[in-house]
């Protein structure tokens, strides 16, 4: 996470806008955070047989003082989805290292909450 500070004295009507931006943003969190759900499911990078990892993918409402939605993939239903995420070592039948390589990288998460940014611009521009 990228952390900016800034400090502005001395700006009449500073603070209304930025609530202004601020309430913009609260009100498109749910329909980008449901974007961002529907493209990871539907991500094309990795085919699934039997459907667990895509059924594992799930928003969620966060608990957190800032709120916002969290959407998260795995869990017992696909525990293998950080290995699909980011790709992994190969190994042999005792769970050991192979010399044949790595297994790339297939980003169905970190793909789809980029095109939630994207989304969110989009939505925050036709808001103005």
Known sequence: MIRVGARV????????Q???VVQAIEENLDEVATFVEFE???????????GD???????????????GFIITAGGSEAPHAHLVEYGHV?????????KLGR??????????AEKGIRKAVELLRVKK
């Open 9 to 16: 004295e001395n700006i009449e009507g500073l603070d209304a």
């Open 18 to 20: 930025f609530e202004e």
């Open 40 to 50: 990871a499911q539907n991500a094309s990078v990795f085919k699934n047989k039997n």
């Open 53 to 67: 990892l895509r059924k594992s993918i799930k928003k969620r409402k966060s608990k957190f003082k800032n709120g």
């Open 90 to 98: 190969m190994l042999n039948k005792f769970g050991e290292p192979t």
């Open 103 to 112: 297994v790339p990288a297939k980003s169905f998460m970190r793909t789809a």
